[in-house]
């Protein structure tokens, strides 16, 4: 079936001014179709911007265009423009209900800006042109609901599900042989292991979830990309591990790392941390992805820039984070000054600008004198003098440890009659 055409002489113009306010109309398509419709409605603002709108936009003007010239649309041609993103929603597993309810928004809104730019003269125009939105307005539901079902019977099919379960094994170090073989992928002697971990904000948890699910969706297209085939991860939207097989180590591989972190960022919207460890023999990827798992948030908790990192880039900070009886001992040497932000802040500002007392106090805004008098409180209440080069090296570890494990600090008691001001 086709969009049939059967326009009145003279209906032209009207078709015409639509075109030429279709970027601002299909905007506001938009905003009354998922932009309005709970819980997509409560996304973060450009969420759907990157991938709807342009089809929004695409498919509006090729349709007022083939009106305007009285000629057919036919379904295979909305196809076209909705296939694509209707398998992306799907795969999101944003429910078919609230698409369709976006869909009949976003038609609404465009009938009623056809109805305010026609003049009484353009009645019977505009009832023939709302007839073929309406054809257009079936063959759009027609195909959302096909590409629905497509995408509900092989995006969870054994295969993937054997991907997933493959990825795991080798993970946990358990036996991979037989699944590999049932996801038809090769395992590799060697693998380079890249954990993901990004930086995000609160969101209600019907919102996290199609957050999280688009996520999922756009890594894992980016990583097969880089393969050239299915990659074997494990991401939750928030933090996850990928293992990709056979990567080269010369520096086009250091580049297309950072690429990927870039263009994560960008799809996602927030900052991307990407730790990579790279030719790990599979017996050892257990350890590795755990490794890799913590620098990625070492990366994240230190403020450092979003970006891919290795251990070589935070060797001290890691070293300075593991367990034992030196980490508790050192946050221990700054435990008088910890309930006070004044000196914890005038002392960050010291080791960041060493000798620069006038540059460190205008950091924290205050007066040379008062930074001088702080770092001195800091010294007799700890018995470390910051000053002085190696206590200061002793200071910048134990604020490290303060400020990446919080546990530390549990154990951090003030000394009997030390008190701070």
Known sequence: MSLALSLPTGSTPLVTRLLARWPQISERMLAAGLGATPPAADLPEGHFTAEVLPAIYACGRAVLQAIGEQREFTKA?????????????????????????AIHGSAQ??????????????????????GRLLDLLMHINVTVVETYTEVEQSIYNAEREARRALCAALLGGLPAEELAARADTALAERYTVLAI???????????ATLISRRRIRILQRALDGLTGTTALATFDGSTGIALLPNVSESGRAEQRYEHLAAELAEQFGVAVFVAEYRSVARESVPEAAREATDLAELARLLGRPPGVYRLDDLLLEHQLTRPGPARERLVQRIAPILPSPHLIDALDAHLRHGSDRKTAAAQIHVHPNTFSYRL??????????????????????????????????????????????
């Open 77 to 101: 041609q909305v196809a076209g423009f909705v296939v694509p993103v209707a398998q992306r929603h799907a795969e999101d597993r944003i429910p078919l209900p609230l698409l369709i309810e």
């Open 109 to 130: 809104s465009v009938l009623q800006e056809a109805v305010a730019l026609a003049t009484t003269a353009e009645m019977h125009e505009l009832t023939a042109i709302g």
């Open 197 to 207: 971990h990004i930086r995000h904000g609160e969101q209600p948890s019907t919102v």
């Open 376 to 421: 001195r409180r800091i010294a007799e209440l700890t018995g470390i003098d910051p000053t002085e080069p190696h206590d200061s090296r002793l200071l910048a570890a134990a604020l490290t440890i303060h400020r990446l494990c919080p546990a530390a600090d549990a154990d951090a008691a003030v000394p009997p009659g030390h008190g701070v001001d």
